[in-house]
């Protein structure tokens, strides 16, 4: 039943706000977390009970598996739904249930531990395994597992994929690809305990135009589901059991909110040209296929960041070489004429492949890790059928190829040298692709901001990633909410590093954009400018603000801004600088 909000006392709590919009409904509490599992030996007596719980939970899980196989089928089809197929494969897996029970048998521990060892055992030994197909494996069992003792414990499994009714989820933290699955599964808002602004979960919920705020700390432990809220994404604040005078207040704020995003969009249909002249290039980021209808919503020049890895994600197995032409021949004609720069896969860091634990063993520092290019080059069959199947997308449209977190010339070289033998294959094969396919690499690791001069004679352009170039200057890990406040765009060394690479790249006629969150905001999109970088790109949404800023600003003025912040030494004054050149420019709400 759901709680009445007026008879409760309203409560605020402030958190970072991630994704503008406000949003009021009631909570869906979502904790991602592994079962926990109480250890206890059973009464010899009570033996065969435990065997008999142990068959019915197996049993329950069939139901429960079946029944979503049946809803996926209905909604998705039925190839989607023949994931499920290996699901039940697990529950029928003689050798997983007979020695977890010759385990019980022996130890007389409760059958959950008993059983919990030997999933464990068999993920680990399925996770070993060099052949992909086995190795997804892993991942069936885990999920199963996860099931199956929820079932003994007698825990409700929370999935957001399933939620039903819009809620506000708030969770203890959220993965890449459970925030892709929230449009899909009707959130109205997301809040979670941890988190920064470019968390990538974050950075989806900003594409998909959903409110969060994140940051929050505790706040799981505080509501429970079905709890009212309203969540103010603008400000990054949560309000538990808002009163009717804050509901009409924010009512009043939203309705103002809405007439200032609607004096933007008009505006978008503009072209993005400067008060003096100077055209500007604007461009978005997506993650999914079907945001190319955003990027022509917000009329976008193309599409500068492809985050090829949500591709791999929100899929149950390694998608094939032809699975992800099709992905990438649906956004380069849908973006056709203008330019699709693909990203290779960046996956590791916060973007594990969940499905496929094997690949991504758990490690103390993953953002400094087993990630993007150097997960890829050391995959190198997976990396060659995503660079086939992009080199085969290139014939259909204007495409860039980027690689991700360079970070020095032999690791460009090697990914060079891979490109090359996909082209000799492909060649063989008789299929055509753009011979003169431009390569770029993303600037995003200090060293190769240090290098671009070296890295220039093997690539045709350069994409600054300021969200990992921040955490790595700074030493700030981006989605640690603990931190969130030291992660400054605006301190002097990001500047001057951001200064360094435009002018070191243009010495050499190399293009330089920035594909990072301070492209797409308005506060720092001028500066960027100034600085002399040649185009933004940003998710899509966030396009209109930024293009209203190029068309109200002089050229010349955000040069100024720039050669001025480039003498100050205090990030939150050269932060206030910029809010103020932003003031002067965008009208007020
Ligand atoms: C970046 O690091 O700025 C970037 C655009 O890449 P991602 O956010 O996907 O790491
Ligand atoms: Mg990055």
Known sequence: MASDPSSKEEIVVQGIAASQGIAYGQIFVYLQSEVEIPSYQVDPDKRLDEISRFDKALLVTRQQIAKIQDEVEKSLGKNEALIFDAHLLVLEDQALISETIREFETTGKNIETCFDMVSKKYIAAFAEIDDEYLRERAGDIKDVAQRVLQNLLGQARSTLSRLVERRIVVA????????????????????????????????????????????????????????????????????????????????????????????????????????????????????????????????????????????????????????????????????????????????????????????FPKEDNPFMGYRAIRFCLDNQNLFKDQLRAILMASKLGKVRLMYPMISGAEELARANAILEECKVELRERGQAFDEAMEVGAMIEIPSAAATIDILEKQCDFFSVGTNDLIQYMLAIDRGNDRIAHLYEPAHPAVLRTLKRIVDDAHALDVPVSVCGEMAGDPVYAPLLLGLGVDALSMSPPAIPAVKFLVRAMKMSAAKALAKEVLEMTVAKDIYAKCQHFNRLHLPTE
């Open 172 to 359: 203890n933290d959220l993965s890449p690809s459970d925030s892709a699955g929230i449009d899909k599964g009707s959130g109205l808002a997301i809040v979670t305990d941890s988190g920064s602004k470019t968390s990538h979960a974050v950075i989806v919920a900003r594409s998909m135009q959903v409110p969060a705020v994140v940051g929050v700390r505790d706040l799981t432990k505080r509501v429970k589901t079905g709890d009212w809220a309203l969540v103010d994404g603008y400000d990054g604040i949560v309000i538990l059991n808002p009163s009717e005078q804050t509901l009409f207040r924010y009512g009043k704020i939203q309705s103002k909110k809405k007439s200032f995003e609607v004096l933007l969009l008009e505006a978008n249909r503009q072209s993005s040209v400067t008060k003096d002249g100077v055209e500007v290039t604007l461009m978005a980021n997506i993650e999914r296929v079907e945001e190319v209808s955003l990027v022509k919503e917000f009329y976008a020049q193309g599409v500068g960041l492809f985050r090829t890895e949500y591709l791999f994600l929100n899929s149950a197995r390694i998608p094939s070489e032809q699975e992800q032409f099709l992905a990438y021949k649906a956004v380069v004609e849908g973006i056709a004429p203008n330019p699709v720069i693909i990203r290779t896969l960046d996956l590791g860091g916060d973007k594990p492949m969940a499905s496929d634990p094997g690949l």
